[in-house]
């Protein structure tokens, strides 16, 4: 899943699926590699099936608070930010902060990030802007280094160009960028989406000359 081979991925977890369900594993074990299987096709672009995935995952869980529980409503948040769906998003995120109160946990910051994204795209760019600064405070706190990290950047970027803080977004996508290159290597799709959209930053600001490189 990681490099983004998702036939290999998806060819490996059936396997595992059915050894679960030979050895007479629980569901909540059978739960977590349906939760897997999920991701791969998120990462394939295959979005409903992803969802449906996500689906059954939570049905195994039986409803129960539980860790896999956790991983399926937050990815459920994104994929319902891919279908363009919103309304269906804050109610899996509202969904999601009940289960963690009931485990005493905090929402992982994956699962927060796609939270952002739903209320950026909503146009609540206050609110956006304030839970992405929290999380991304707390998660350089414990030094996390999660790919959440560069996607947080990126959306506080995105986020303060929208309410004019053209210099401040520059900062953002320039810690995006180093964020991403300690994870992934140059080239990578991440990577250079936020070189473009630092070109278009320093291009708003009136910086032609700079934004150029950025582009190419």
Known sequence: IEM??????????????????????????????????????????????????CGKALALTGGKPCQTALLALGQSVRIANELGDLECAEKHYERLLQMCEALKEEPCTDAVEAYVVTCYRQ??????????????????????????IALLENDLGLIKVELGDIQGA?????NAIDASKKLWPDGHAFIANEYSNLGVAYLTAGGPHRALPMFR
């Open 170 to 174: 520059i900062v953002n996508y320039r």
């Open 123 to 148: 146009g609540k760019y206050e609110k956006a802007k304030n839970i992405a600064e929290e999380t991304l405070a707390k998660a350089k706190a414990v030094g996390s280094r999660t790919r959440s």
């Open 4 to 53: 983004f081979d998702s036939p290999a991925a998806l060819t490996l977890l059936s396997e595992v699926e059915q050894l679960k369900r030979s050895a007479g594993e629980s569901n909540i074990s059978i739960a977590s590699t349906a939760f897997n299987m999920a991701a791969s096709y998120f990462v394939k672009g295959d979005f409903v099936r992803s969802q449906e995935l």
